[in-house]
């Protein structure tokens, strides 16, 4: 029925598919070019509700936050993945405080910056309930928090490194997935898939100076080279 539609000749544009068809599909994460910034951000938080672990979405809504008419729900915005995400994705949350800090007031900035730093035992009042946040229990006493949520597989997934790196190459963090990686290969808690997605990057990046460094890191270390750092450093001449 819609093949026939389409190819009925008809040059009349076709009607504007709603909000909430055009949102559900889009992967980018700032959502600049929806010219109703209010609707995008209700929708995304109607989503997190439903799925209070779509880091995609949390992400979406932040940036989103950021915009003038949206920027008294940026903390709580902020919140919110910070209270679904529990002590993971430190760098996921270190990356969004970083972008968002200019525009979060001095106490804002400074609650989560401790709390990012100290996690689980961090004393804050973290179920405090901010302008914007879905997730807060509104609790203001220091408290366990009450999102338990039966996590599904792929959300557990977070707490391990390698699912981390490949939620930040997901989001474009190339730098903070790199540097996860190296730092998990320099301590020895490495296996073949953490190394070929490692070098993996460094080709992607042409980034030959630290492909080098890590290779000669690892020999210095007395560490058995997998053949990937070899056959990648002879590719590395010609990057």
């Known amino acids: 029925m819609l093949e026939k539609l389409l190819r009925g000749g008809n040059t009349q544009a076709p009607p504007e598919l709603p909000l909430v068809f055009t949102l559900a599909n889009e992967k980018g994460l700032r959502l600049d070019q929806y010219g109703t910034p209010e609707r995008a951000w209700g929708f995304l938080s109607h989503h997190i509700r439903r799925y209070p672990q779509d880091l995609r979405a949390h992400t979406q809504r932040i940036l989103l936050a950021q915009g003038e008419s949206l920027q008294d729900r940026l903390a709580g915005s902020l919140q919110d993945i910070f209270i679904a995400l529990g002590n993971a994705g430190q760098q996921l949350r270190a990356h969004l405080l970083e972008l968002t800090k200019s525009q979060l007031n001095a106490d804002d900035t400074n609650f989560f910056s401790t709390w990012l730093e100290q996690g689980s035992a961090f004393a804050g009042e973290t179920m405090k309930w901010r302008m914007g946040s879905l997730l807060a229990s ?102």
């Not at 707490?159 to 790196?165: G, I, N, Y």
């Open 138 to 239: 509104g609790q203001e006493a220091p408290t366990a928090s009450l999102l338990h949520i039966e996590r599904s597989q792929e959300t557990a997934q977070y707490t391990d490194v390698m699912a981390e790196v490949v939620a930040c190459l997901e989001y474009g963090q190339i730098d903070t997935a790199r540097e996860l990686l190296e730092a998990e290969i320099q301590s020895g808690n490495t296996d073949e898939a953490m190394e070929q997605e490692l070098v993996s990057i460094y080709q992607y990046t042409r980034d030959k100076e630290r492909l080098d460094a890590m290779i000669k890191h690892l020999q210095e270390a007395g560490r058995d080279l997998s053949p990937v750092w070899s056959e990648k450093q002879q590719e590395s001449e010609s990057w």
